[in-house]
């Protein structure tokens, strides 16, 4: 007799899934868990679409997916960026097949409605065959704009929900490191111009964003870096440096260098140990902007590392984001975080970033590949657990959040999985 | 626009110039294979002082504004090549089984010992399963006294524009 193996698929009760400091493999793996993430997370909540630099001119627009959802960012003739659907109103066709440009209006290349970079419909073809019933309902064929979209540091944000909790209900804590970012900036303003690496990982989604917070497995994955190429900035050795983990609340997270850089008092630790002179025009402009003192103080603390739920990883002096693709695939995007006036900084940190990030980087590739065999032996069925208690015994709450003092503690993953087991329980995140 | 039957007139191209030096044509060849081999510290002896191994992003792109995927200064060539050395780059560990074809080799450009060679490669990488790359090369080789060296290598991926997967070998 031959038996037939069915595919495994079971409904799952998405909070039994979670425990404080172990998640069921399932996560990773459902395609049921997925489906309700991309609903309950990626279209009801908050999440990262793109920055307002990117569209820096009117008419300038980029293209993006929410929840696998095509979009336009667009910045209209009135200067205002606004998401909508790349979707025609009237057959569905995707309107706007670029990665990126500039243009006045979208013009469906299938019947030839067209539309401006506000979204409104400005063009029918052959109207009259319509008679009046086009008139009719011609205000609302304009393309669909995400029902809530909000920025905070030029991050723009959209919910495909029309009711929630606030941008800034989400970020709670997390705008202090968008906060930190911006300081490092003599204008308060960055640019996400240079481009994104795209990088297919054969892992899920969370993996991808949850290991962006892992302080435990750089002294094991990227040996090879430390050992051939350089030492890390600060040790990865917990007992050696001053280095916490945070669950910053609403499943935000970070790795703050802040007390150890503080501690030693030297300034771009950050950025390969950059003497202060090789970057006078910087120094000098954040000086002018800040103060000395201040200015001194934000190039010893350094850009965040830090995790904003669901898909904005501020990886230091780069961005990135995700886009999942199912339960066992993601794209990860990359973009190094350029400041306004500051080329010969500028120049060296796209030079940074391709050494480090992105699908040939000294760092990511390897990240990338021990997802992929993460989401491998994630097919072993038994054990069903993945253990997540590492600190659980040391971590300590503060205003700041939750704080373990062990950089290898997983205080930001169980920070993480708590609040998702939240929002796909239904409450809104 | 011309009627029809008319003959227009149109500006001629010329051939391509295939007379590749054979010193020339043998480090790409060499380079290819010791890459595919995993040959990495061979790979590096190939390079001059002053290499650049180049991965953009796009077709045009400026490196000084815009992110590459591979901007390997010389210096970076060698620490790359270092990194694949210990062993432990999970990502080439054990390293891909590789073998590429190059093709439609074309001189653009030479003066009195540097040669510009373009030319077509379809790479096929298996690990989990098979990987195909294709693009177009473009090789700066100097001839000295040592023997040819490479100068510059940039590789525009065919899928430079979408998303790649993990590409931690020697492109």
């Known amino acids: ?64 997916r929410i929840g696998g959802e095509p979009m336009v960012v667009a910045r209209g003739k009135d200067g205002v960026v606004r998401v909508l659907a ?86 709670g804590n997390a705008t202090k490191a968008i906060d930190r970012l911006l300081d490092l900036s003599p204008t308060r303003e960055i640019q996400l111009s240079a481009g994104w690496m795209k990088h297919h990982n054969n892992c899920n989604w969370k993996m991808v964003m949850e290991n962006n917070v892992d302080g435990y497995h750089a002294l094991f994955t990227h040996a ?29 997270s970070e790795i703050d260098y802040e007390p150890e850089y503080t501690r030693l008092d030297e300034e771009f630790i950050w950025y390969g140990r950059l003497p202060r002179e090789k970057a006078p025009e910087y120094v000098a402009a954040m000086e002018a902007a800040h103060g000395p003192a201040k200015a001194h103080q934000a190039l010893v603390s350094g850009p965040p590392h830090t995790l904003i739920f669901p898909n904005l990883f501020l990886a230091e002096m780069n961005v990135m984001t995700v886009e999942p693709l199912n339960a066992g695939e993601t794209i990860a995007f990359t973009a190094p975080v350029l400041i306004p006036g500051a080329p010969e900084i500028n120049t060296k940190t796209l030079r940074r970033t391709e050494g480090a990030m992105g699908p040939a980087g000294f760092l990511i590739a390897d990240d990338g590949e021990i997802g992929q065999r993460n989401q491998m032996g994630l097919a072993a069925q ?48 | 626009m011309a009627e029809p039957g008319t003959v227009q007139e149109v500006v001629r191209v010329q051939p391509a110039d295939v007379a590749v030096d054979p010193a020339v044509a043998g480090l790409i060849y060499l380079e290819a294979r010791l890459a595919d081999e995993a040959r990495y510290s061979e790979w590096e002896s190939l390079w001059a002082d002053d290499g650049l191994y180049w991965v953009p992003m796009h077709p045009g792109d400026d490196p000084e504004v815009t992110l590459s995927y591979i901007y390997d200064n010389r210096r970076r060539i060698k ?9 432990t780059r999970h990502s080439q560990t054990p390293p891909s089984v ?40 473009v090789h700066r080789v100097q001839l000295t006294d040592a023997g040819p060296l490479l100068v510059a290598k940039t590789v525009h991926l065919v899928n430079a524009g979408g998303a790649l997967p993990t590409m931690s070998f020697l492109i």
């Open chain 1, 86 to 171: 790349n979707r025609c109103t009237h057959r569905g066709n995707r309107l706007c097949n670029a990665e990126k440009g500039n243009s006045s209006s979208f013009r469906c290349p299938y019947h030839g409605w067209t539309f401006g970079n506000d979204g409104k419909l400005v063009g029918v073809p052959m109207r009259d065959g319509y008679g009046d019933r086009l008139n009719a309902v011609r205000e609302e064929l304009g393309l669909v704009q995400a029902p809530r979209q909000e920025s905070y540091g030029g991050f723009v944000f959209a919910s495909l929900a029309p009711t929630g909790i606030s941008l800034l209900e989400h970020l």
């Open chain 2, 79 to 87: 620490s790359r090549v270092a990194q694949l050395n210990t062993g």
């Open chain 2, 98 to 137: 590789m073998r590429r074809t190059i093709s439609n080799l074309e001189v653009v450009a030479r003066d009195e010992d540097t040669t510009t060679v373009a030319s077509n490669f379809a790479l096929y990488e298996y690990r989990y399963a098979m990987t195909v790359w294709a693009g177009r090369y």
């Open chain 1, 1 to 64: 007799m031959t038996v037939t193996a069915a595919p495994v698929s079971r409904p799952h009760d998405v909070t039994a899934l979670v425990e404080p400091d172990r998640v069921h493999g399932a996560v990773y793996t459902s395609p049921e868990v997925f489906e309700l993430e991309m609903k309950r997370i990626f279209r009801e909540g908050w999440v990262f679409v793109a920055h307002e630099s990117e569209v820096p001119e009117k008419g300038d627009y980029v293209t993006r």
């Open chain 1, 382 to 429: 038994d054990p069903e657990w993945v253990v997540l208690s590492r600190g659980s015994d040391t971590d300590v709450d503060d205003e700041t959040g939750r704080v373990n003092h062990d950089k290898s503690a997983e205080t930001p993953q169980r920070g993480w999985w708590k609040h998702w087991a939240g929002v796909l329980a239904g409450s809104r995140g």
């Open chain 1, 224 to 252: 090879s870096v430390y050992d051939a190429v350089r030492p890390a900035k600060v040790s990865h050795v917990p007992s050696k440096v001053e280095v916490l983990v945070r669950d910053l609340g609403n499943g935000h």
